[in-house]
């Protein structure tokens, strides 16, 4: 029945009488469709113009900001900012369980105080003079304004940034450096002794150095030395730092070198040493990352922490089969080598995590793997005394790193700013055919921080150690017999 009626209606219309349109009518309708497809047109050219101004990005359009957007972007480059400083900043309960978990149990309390004391003295000499030295104008050795933050401008030269919200960020990162110092230290170092090398290095050696590399106008920066996050400004100023306290200090009483039929002593709570590290990893989701002080450079975040992710596992895996394959405990997995292999990654990965690939990344940690456990190896032949491998983790893969940048820069990327990345001046490093130029200055700009450390930092350990107790550098041997948490502190991190 469905089908007739259907067969009907079709022989209806095919029967029907055909209407014809006069000239008039034609007309009206040849225009209106023109009309459309020229309405089309315009919807066409309209949305070519329109969209890629919605869409803002570097690839479709100009950088052309209302001051409307641009406080906005000020304002999102600001909280990113301060949320990376604030990681940072965490690194300290990273550091102190780090290092308190691999020392042994008789001075637990002496780097739990000397951790929070660097932490508040650093605050203030960085308020007072440190942040001038570094991050003001001046020459190309020192910036010599803003001290007390006096005079300074509502914002960090071109960043957008307010000047506070920069300054709380750098201080994380130089209460860094100055509780690296402390690493190799621990054991037999006065707290006195402490306080006054603590000045020296966060007041001074870190700051000035510092401006060499990254302040406005830094001989070296205008050398064209690169350390996006301080694999060099950071870390080797800190692993120098030690080891020249190591050596002025000598080993700690009863310790007994390898080659003399001894080894390290054991950390007397892995457990504690072991979050710690995971605490620092966390906070290097700050430190690397939050360097580009943009939220806006999208890319660039996401780079960095894939990065910063890939070099600390290589750098752990790495360091444990080498500890398993031809360490003094062959068959053993080693939690030491593994925490500070990791670490080592996270140092090495410091400059160049913006500028190199996930590959890239990848063997860099890997590299610091090998470093760690040749440069641990090193040490206790030389028969220098690090409790807790701070000249290897932060010393030598610092400086793996910032040569690193020099070799695995992909070619790909340039630098970031306040309205994101600019990539039409890209680094590349020697294995991605750009030639030696950037290895010779990454290896100039960073023996040359090494050598100004090393050389200022020995003579400060010299002349502290060389002054009367109680303020000499090193503790008297009765108390480091007795232990420096009674002897300095009159109390014992555990009760029982």
Same mark, same amino acid.
């Given at each position: 029945?469905?089908?007739?009626?259907?067969?009907?209606?079709?022989?209806?219309?095919?029967?029907?009488?055909?209407?014809?349109?006069?000239?008039?009518?034609?007309?009206?309708? #040849?225009?209106? /469709?023109?009309?459309?497809?020229?309405?089309?047109?315009?919807?066409?050219?309209?949305?070519?113009?329109?969209?890629?101004?919605?869409?803002?990005?570097?690839?479709?359009? %100009?950088?052309?900001?209302?001051?409307?957007?641009?406080?906005?972007?000020?304002?999102?480059?600001?909280?990113?900012?301060?949320?990376?400083?604030?990681?940072?900043?965490?690194?300290?309960?990273?550091?102190?369980?780090?290092?308190?978990?691999?020392?042994?149990?008789?001075?637990?309390?002496?780097?739990?105080?000397?951790?929070?004391?660097?932490?508040?003295?650093?605050?203030?000499?960085?308020?007072?003079?440190?942040?001038?030295?570094?991050?003001?104008?001046?020459? %190309?050795?020192?910036?010599?304004?803003?001290?007390?933050?006096?005079?300074?401008?509502?914002?960090?030269?071109?960043?957008?940034?307010?000047?506070?919200?920069?300054?709380?960020?750098?201080?994380?990162?130089?209460?860094?450096?100055?509780?690296?110092?402390?690493?190799?230290?621990?054991?037999?170092?006065?707290?006195?002794?402490?306080?006054?090398?603590?000045?020296?290095?966060?007041?001074?050696?870190?700051?000035?150095?510092?401006?060499?590399?990254?302040?406005?106008?830094?001989?070296?920066?205008?050398? %064209?030395?690169?350390?996006?996050?301080?694999?060099?400004?950071?870390?080797?100023?800190?692993? /120098?730092?030690?080891?020249?306290?190591?050596?002025?200090?000598?080993?700690?009483?009863?310790?007994?070198?390898?080659?003399?039929?001894?080894?390290?002593?054991?950390?007397?709570?892995?457990?504690?040493?072991?979050?710690?590290?995971?605490?620092?990893?966390?906070?290097?989701?700050?430190?690397?990352?939050?360097? *580009?002080?943009?939220?806006?450079?999208?890319?660039?975040?996401?780079?960095?922490? *894939?990065?910063?992710?890939?070099?600390?596992?290589?750098?752990?895996?790495?360091?444990?089969?080498?500890?398993?394959?031809?360490?003094? *405990?062959?068959?053993?997995?080693?939690?030491?080598?593994?925490?500070?292999?990791?670490?080592?990654?996270?140092?090495?990965?410091?400059?160049?995590?913006?500028?190199?690939?996930?590959?890239?990344?990848?063997?860099?940690?890997?590299?610091?793997?090998?470093?760690?456990?040749?440069?641990?190896?090193?040490?206790?032949?030389?028969? /220098?005394?690090?409790?807790?491998?701070?000249?290897?983790?932060? %010393?030598?893969?610092?400086?793996?790193?910032?040569?690193?940048?020099?070799?695995?820069?992909?070619?790909?990327?340039?630098?970031?700013?306040?309205? #994101?990345?600019?990539?039409?001046?890209?680094?590349?490093?020697?294995?991605?055919?750009?030639?030696?130029?950037?290895?010779?200055?990454?290896?100039?700009?960073?023996?040359?921080?090494?050598?100004?450390?090393?050389?200022?930092?020995?003579?400060?350990?010299?002349?502290?150690?060389?002054?009367?107790?109680?303020?000499?550098?090193?503790?008297?041997?009765?108390?480091?017999?007795?232990?420096?948490?009674?002897?300095?502190?009159?109390?014992?991190?555990?009760?029982?």
């Amino acid at each position: 029945m469905i089908f007739k009626t259907l067969f009907k209606r079709n022989s209806e219309l095919s029967t029907a009488p055909m209407v014809k349109l006069t000239k008039g009518e034609k007309l009206k309708i #040849g225009l209106t /469709i023109f009309a459309g497809k020229i309405i089309g047109v315009l919807v066409i050219l309209f949305a070519m113009k329109v969209l890629p101004d919605l869409i803002a990005t570097k690839a479709y359009a %100009g950088e052309t900001y209302t001051p409307h957007e641009t406080m906005l972007m000020n304002t999102a480059n600001t909280i990113w900012t301060l949320v990376a400083a604030f990681l940072v900043f965490g690194m300290q309960a990273g550091f102190v369980m780090l290092e308190a978990g691999f020392a042994r149990k008789r001075e637990t309390v002496n780097v739990l105080m000397e951790c929070i004391f660097d932490t508040c003295l650093c605050g203030l000499l960085f308020w007072a003079i440190g942040y001038a030295f570094m991050f003001s104008e001046g020459n %190309g050795f020192i910036g010599y304004h803003w001290f007390f933050l006096q005079g300074a401008p509502e914002t960090y030269l071109a960043t957008g940034i307010p000047i506070l919200a920069h300054w709380i960020f750098q201080y994380a990162f130089a209460d860094t450096c100055s509780t690296i110092v402390s690493g190799a230290m621990i054991g037999r170092t006065s707290f006195r002794g402490d306080i006054l090398y603590s000045i020296g290095i966060t007041g001074f050696i870190y700051p000035i150095i510092g401006h060499w590399a990254w302040g406005p106008g830094g001989f070296l920066s205008v050398y %064209g030395f690169w350390d996006f996050a301080g694999s060099t400004v950071v870390h080797t100023i800190g692993g /120098i730092a030690s080891l020249a306290g190591a050596i002025v200090l000598g080993p700690r009483l009863g310790r007994v070198f390898k080659r003399d039929g001894g080894g390290m002593p054991p950390a007397h709570n892995l457990t504690l040493g072991a979050v710690g590290a995971f605490i620092l990893w966390f906070g290097w989701y700050g430190f690397n990352p939050g360097s *580009t002080l943009s939220a806006v450079d999208m890319q660039g975040i996401g780079r960095i922490a *894939t990065n910063t992710t890939l070099a600390a596992c290589s750098g752990g895996m790495v360091a444990m089969y080498l500890a398993l394959w031809f360490g003094g *405990t062959k068959g053993k997995f080693d939690l030491g080598f593994t925490v500070n292999g990791l670490l080592g990654g996270l140092v090495a990965i410091t400059c160049p995590c913006y500028w190199v690939s996930t590959l890239g990344a990848v063997l860099i940690g890997a590299g610091a793997g090998i470093v760690v456990y040749l440069a641990t190896h090193l040490l206790e032949y030389l028969r /220098i005394d690090d409790p807790i491998g701070a000249v290897p983790v932060h %010393g030598a893969c610092g400086i793996w790193g910032t040569w690193a940048l020099g070799l695995f820069a992909s070619g790909e990327y340039g630098v970031t700013g306040p309205t #994101g990345a600019d990539n039409s001046a890209p680094l590349t490093g020697v294995l991605y055919g750009g030639g030696t130029d950037l290895l010779i200055k990454q290896v100039v700009g960073n023996v040359t921080i090494v050598a100004a450390t090393f050389a200022v930092s020995f003579i400060l350990m010299w002349v502290v150690q060389k002054l009367p107790y109680p303020w000499k550098l090193r503790v008297e041997k009765e108390g480091e017999e007795e232990g420096l948490d009674v002897f300095e502190h009159g109390s014992e991190a555990y009760s029982l």
